[in-house]
């Protein structure tokens, strides 16, 4: 008992996706039902955002990664105001843990990071460990 779609021939339908992310991009189209997944991912030219977030926040690296730990460690030693509240609040044991996080980042990818990445890496956690050293001297604590 074969359905009238299947009679008529019809091979399924097509979906349009016209919501628009920007003014000057063409509505999205979705990939017919038989294409393989590798297919369904979007091709990017080199060097351009894959996405609306990278677009505002930019691509995301090992290099973003460690400084976004390395700010984190800096906001928790009360060296950078808290970006939610624009205060400034020292949490001595939150930073210890993210300074241990990167110097645990720096072991499992020695060898396997570019000369920048590394010394980058290197130059963070100097930096991070001397305001650890001077921020809880400074305020007489063990942590």
Request: avoid cysteine; aromatic fraction near 2%.
């Amino acid at each position: 008992m074969a359905g009238k779609a299947e009679e008529a021939g019809d091979k399924g339908f097509k979906v349009v996706d016209r919501r628009r992310v920007g003014v000057d991009e063409p509505a999205a189209e979705a990939p017919a039902p038989s294409e393989p997944a590798a297919a369904q991912v979007p091709s990017q030219p080199a060097g351009e955002p894959a996405s609306i977030h990278e677009q505002v926040l930019g691509a995301i690296d090992f290099q973003t990664f460690i400084v976004s730990l390395a700010t984190s460690a800096l906001i928790h030693l009360g060296e950078a105001p808290n970006p939610e509240t624009g205060q400034t609040e020292a949490s001595l044991p939150h930073a210890k843990q993210t300074i241990d996080l990167l110097a645990l980042l720096q072991q499992k990818t020695s060898g396997n990071l570019s000369p920048d990445e590394a010394k980058l890496l290197q130059d963070l956690l100097r930096d991070l460990r001397l305001r650890f050293v001077q921020v809880t001297s400074l305020q007489g604590k063990k942590v």
